[in-house]
């Protein structure tokens, strides 16, 4: 009778076991995307890159519509043919890609626009009209997701109450772009600072962020004196990638989103060096994407990897790390 009862208990627990096995389903990436960010990059967006990014698994593809803003006088500048973006958003659907599309928008000259706005009124304002005219255009070209700025809050940083008004802009603009696009819906917010964790994502589809996790390593281009930071080592980026990962998936919960975007990932900067294009960087970056991919894809909805170029031969290790992950 013992014998019995200890039979049916371990057949029970097989049972368990196989119906876990079953019931447990890895995670599927929704957008296996790639982006193109240097200074009016899209125009790299071509038949033969999109065939590469379908024959790596790839899906989706970044396109942004870049602007540049002028203090001075308080105005946006489009810099982008919208004429040639319906093209590049023609010919990425005819691949079979899906398009991920958004504002971005330099200072003047080409600087990143963070922390520069000192007077937000006009430039809220005028983002936000951008945005919806954006959305519009959006919907008229069947954009599968639409990211309604870019870090709009580091643009903000010396501005008092920053936070605040980084969440008012949200809000509205949200409301106003649902009205006239049907699609999904997502931010591109920094993850730099920390800051985004006090944003209100409420009401879109995706939390999304540029995802450029970094420590005290920087490094100031001598030509541009742009300065970009980045970590000591790839140990540290991995750590930082592994607590930001947990912030975003408590977002994803607080405010019940469908997942989570990484809009723009990169690495600028180990151990003090900037990370370019040459064949030593490219090893590097193949690393780095390996450390967000692995520990973010049973977590994170959409990848879109920056720097995915192809002008200098490309990466065969980058090439082995993002065909292994995204077929």
């Given amino acids: 009778m013992l014998r019995k009862k200890i039979l049916l208990v371990l057949l029970l627990l097989v049972l368990f076991c196989i119906l876990l096995v079953f019931q447990y389903k890895p995670k599927k990436i929704t957008f296996k995307g790639f982006g193109w960010y240097g200074y009016l990059a899209d125009d790299d967006i071509n038949e033969e890159v999109l065939k590469k990014i379908k024959a790596l698994g790839g899906n989706s593809v970044n396109i942004n519509v870049y602007y540049e803003y002028d203090p001075e006088n308080e105005s946006f500048i489009l810099l982008s043919n919208l004429t040639k973006i319906e093209e590049k958003i023609k010919i990425t659907h005819q691949n079979g890609q899906k398009v991920f599309l958004s504002p971005f928008v330099n200072l003047v000259g080409g600087h990143y626009l963070a922390n520069q706005i000192k007077k937000p009124e006009r430039f809220l304002k005028g983002a936000k009209n951008i945005s919806v005219t954006l959305a519009l255009f959006s919907q008229k070209n069947s954009v599968e997701i639409y990211g309604i700025w870019n870090e709009l809050g580091l643009a903000l940083l010396k501005v008092p109450n920053s936070t605040d008004l980084t969440n008012e802009w949200l809000q509205e603009t949200k409301r106003e772009v649902k009205k006239v696009f049907d699609n999904e819906i997502t931010t ?140």
């Fill in 188 to 327: 591109k917010e920094g993850v730099q600072l920390g800051i985004y964790e006090n944003y209100n994502f409420s009401g879109f589809d995706y939390i999304g962020v540029t995802f450029y996790p970094f420590t005290s390593s920087c490094y100031t281009d001598v030509y541009s004196n742009i300065t970009f930071c980045g970590v000591e080592s790839l140990e540290e980026y991995e750590k930082v990638v592994k607590k930001e990962l947990e912030r975003l998936t408590e977002l994803r919960e607080k405010f019940k989103s469908k997942g989570i975007i990484l809009g723009e990932i990169g690495i600028d900067v180990v151990g003090g060096k900037f990370v370019g294009d040459n064949n030593e960087s490219n090893k590097i970056r193949a690393k780095a994407y390996e450390i967000v991919l692995r520990n973010g894809k049973n977590k994170i909805d959409g990848f879109f990897f920056s720097r995915f170029e192809y002008k200098n031969g490309g990466s065969k290790e980058l090439d082995e790390v993002l065909s292994y992950y995204y077929k």
